[in-house]
């Protein structure tokens, strides 16, 4: 069932079995594996069933290193947690999210990326990713673009060898986990989910073995607290770490940062628009159907462009991926060009230089300046607008890549505090030369094969290793409680166990070593139905 915390007691004391803090994707996806269990689930949300502005200042807080969103942009507090902000045009006006699992590479432990490594392998995983699928209702556990293909115009590029490669990203729509799961945990009988309840503090034993109590709040600033037997915090890699920080009454420190890992390691995967494609045919456009969001045996898939697994260890490389997406390349003299040299002036109060010719080239080109509207509205859908492909005459890259983990890029408590006297966060996310020169190198890759299989070439724009300020996450919060087998590297062990402290959990991606290319959900959901098999053993012996 589903209550408010303002029917709760100030005071009262909750027994339950399981409280899992935070009703995103991870804390949904261990509740739903307790259904109609013999065990008691408490599922406790700051927020309501929708994002609140209100609440939502609860999330604000400082950048203080690579530009980044506003903090409270990045996660929701509401059930369903930050699906609600899943955006992605997939079909029949819905939206969603790309998914992917990890590749294998993301695994090992690679020389030139530092500290990295999982306690285990992707075959480990698999399982657990194929379950994965289920929970979030996509196809088959397959990205082999082969299997996807499904015409003459929706098939991989043509190139002569692999050391660059074509994968599929298949999408899901985003209100499975705020209505069909919501549906679903209200009407389970063992399991509570209780709204607008804002953990405060997590209480520990003396010796700071064990976990007593969760210390919460109502929206009123009514407190009352959580016992369980286990407690697992699911609500993302910026409040994770900051709740464990503020948990200082035993551990000056904070819970779990015995080794000052906790808040460390923060990692995004870099986006950026960088790079054209020429193709050699301008005819490819209308065969290249295969990287645009398209429904394939029902479901919305995606292809783009990745580089080998054994081109990666060879040039020691991060993970790589790009979209491509069909672009006009203006004429300097063009319509577009001149319409928007009359608004820049117009914008900023200053006389036109030449304004008759530029007026006279926008009337000429009108055609041009209508199809450049048109691609503004209907975004970067080939199938939208094929009636222009004589229009198009490149490709524009839009790349997702791995970030090498780093302690210094982090998560902090700062002075500033929110209305409930809690300290908020800042957060320093760093990149560095290593994560901008293997984008170029990986670009020189996608060229040089390219040219090689006569698919035509691309234009590198990235000139230096430096983060161009462009440069942007894609709300991929990850990292800040690193799972390692030691505690000396590692907040969580390979169960995802706070170390020394046998019955507090993390879910989701704040685990993740190391990142890819892939966006984090899949593996949040693999992960966190790999944690309800390890609590339902413990609760079985």
Same mark, same amino acid.
């Given at each position: 069932m589903i209550i408010d915390?303002?029917?709760?007691?100030?005071? *009262?004391?909750?027994? %339950?079995?399981?409280?899992?803090?935070?009703?995103?994707?991870? =804390? /949904?996806? !261990?509740?739903?594996?307790?259904?109609?269990?013999?065990?008691? !689930?408490?599922?406790?949300?700051?927020?309501g069933l929708e994002p609140n502005p209100e609440l939502q200042t609860l999330n604000t807080g400082k950048n203080v290193g690579t530009p980044y969103y506003d903090l409270d942009r990045t996660r929701v507090r509401a059930f369903g947690g930050t699906s609600h902000r899943w955006i992605i045009d997939i079909d029949n006006e819905e939206q969603g999210v790309r998914l992917r699992g990890m590749d294998s590479i993301d695994f090992e432990k690679r020389d030139w990326v530092p500290y990295s490594g999982w306690p285990f392998s992707k075959t480990h995983l698999d399982p657990y990713y194929e379950r994965a699928h289920e929970v979030c209702?996509?196809?088959?556990?397959?990205?082999?673009?082969?299997?996807?293909?499904?015409?003459?115009?929706?098939?991989?590029?043509?190139?002569?060898?692999?050391?660059?490669?074509?994968?599929?990203?298949?999408?899901?729509?985003?209100?499975?986990?705020?209505?069909?799961?919501?549906?679903?945990?209200?009407?389970?009988?063992? /399991? %509570?989910? !209780?709204?607008?309840?804002?953990?405060?503090?997590?209480?520990?034993?003396?010796?700071? *073995?064990?976990?007593? %109590?969760?210390?919460?709040?109502?929206?009123?600033?009514?407190?009352?607290?959580? &016992?369980? %037997?286990?407690?697992?915090?699911?609500?993302?890699?910026?409040?994770?770490?900051? #709740?464990?920080?503020l948990s200082n009454d035993v551990m000056k420190c904070g819970?779990?940062? +015995?080794?000052?890992?906790?808040?460390?390691?923060?990692?995004?995967?870099?986006?950026?628009?960088?790079?054209?494609?020429? $193709?050699?045919?301008?005819?490819?456009? &209308?065969?290249? =159907?295969?990287?645009?969001?398209?429904? +394939?045996? =029902?479901?919305p898939v995606m292809g783009k462009l990745t580089i080998d697994e054994n081109v990666l260890r060879e040039e020691q490389l991060l993970n790589f991926t790009t979209s491509i997406h069909p672009v006009s390349i203006p004429d300097p003299n063009s319509g577009v060009q001149s319409l928007k040299k009359i608004g820049a002036a117009v914008a900023s109060g200053r006389k036109v230089d030449d304004f008759e010719g530029h007026l006279k080239?926008?009337?000429?080109?009108?055609?041009?300046?209508?199809?450049?509207?048109?691609?503004?509205?209907?975004? $970067?859908?080939?199938?939208?607008?094929?009636?222009?492909?004589?229009?198009?005459?490149?490709?524009? #890259?839009?790349?997702?890549?791995?970030?090498?983990?780093?302690?210094?890029?982090?998560?902090?408590?700062?002075? !500033? &505090?929110?209305?409930?006297?809690?300290?908020?966060? *800042?957060?320093?996310? *760093?990149?560095?030369?290593q994560d901008i020169r293997s984008i170029r190198k990986a670009q020189q890759i996608v060229d040089n094969e390219l040219r090689r299989s006569g698919l035509g070439h691309l234009e590198i724009e990235l000139k230096d290793d430096v983060p161009p300020p462009d440069i942007h996450g894609g709300w991929h919060n990850m990292g800040t409680t690193r799972m390692h087998e030691s505690p000396e590297n590692g907040v969580v062990d390979p169960n995802c166990r706070v170390h020394g402290i046998l019955n507090l959990f993390i879910a989701g991606p704040s685990v993740y070593p190391t990142v890819g290319y892939a966006n984090p959900v899949l593996t949040a959901v693999a992960l966190s139905l790999r944690l309800a098999d390890h609590l339902k053993k413990q609760i079985d012996n």
């Open positions: 915390s303002s029917n709760i007691e100030t005071g *009262k004391v909750i027994a %339950t079995d399981i409280c899992i803090i935070g009703a995103g994707v991870a =804390g /949904i996806t !261990v509740a739903r594996e307790f259904i109609n269990k013999d065990v008691n !689930v408490l599922l406790l949300e700051s927020g209702k996509i196809g088959p556990y397959s990205y082999d673009a082969d299997h996807w293909k499904s015409s003459d115009t929706r098939t991989p590029l043509p190139f002569v060898n692999e050391k660059v490669k074509t994968t599929i990203f298949q999408f899901t729509r985003k209100n499975i986990f705020y209505e069909d799961y919501r549906r679903e945990l209200d009407n389970a009988k063992n /399991i %509570t989910t !209780v709204l607008n309840a804002t953990a405060l503090k997590i209480e520990a034993s003396e010796n700071a *073995k064990k976990v007593k %109590t969760i210390l919460t709040t109502t929206r009123n600033g009514k407190e009352f607290r959580v &016992k369980a %037997t286990q407690f697992i915090l699911a609500t993302g890699a910026l409040e994770i770490p900051r #709740l464990l920080l819970l779990g940062n +015995q080794n000052d890992l906790v808040g460390r390691f923060f990692m995004e995967h870099p986006h950026l628009w960088s790079g054209v494609f020429y $193709p050699s045919d301008p005819n490819l456009y &209308k065969r290249a =159907g295969l990287y645009d969001v398209h429904q +394939q045996n =029902g479901t080239n926008c009337i000429q080109n009108f055609d041009g300046i209508a199809a450049a509207v048109l691609r503004k509205v209907a975004g $970067p859908h080939f199938d939208k607008y094929l009636d222009n492909s004589s229009q198009i005459n490149a490709f524009k #890259l839009n790349i997702m890549a791995e970030q090498v983990p780093d302690p210094e890029s982090r998560v902090m408590l700062d002075n !500033v &505090k929110d209305q409930f006297g809690q300290q908020k966060i *800042k957060l320093d996310w *760093k990149l560095n030369s």
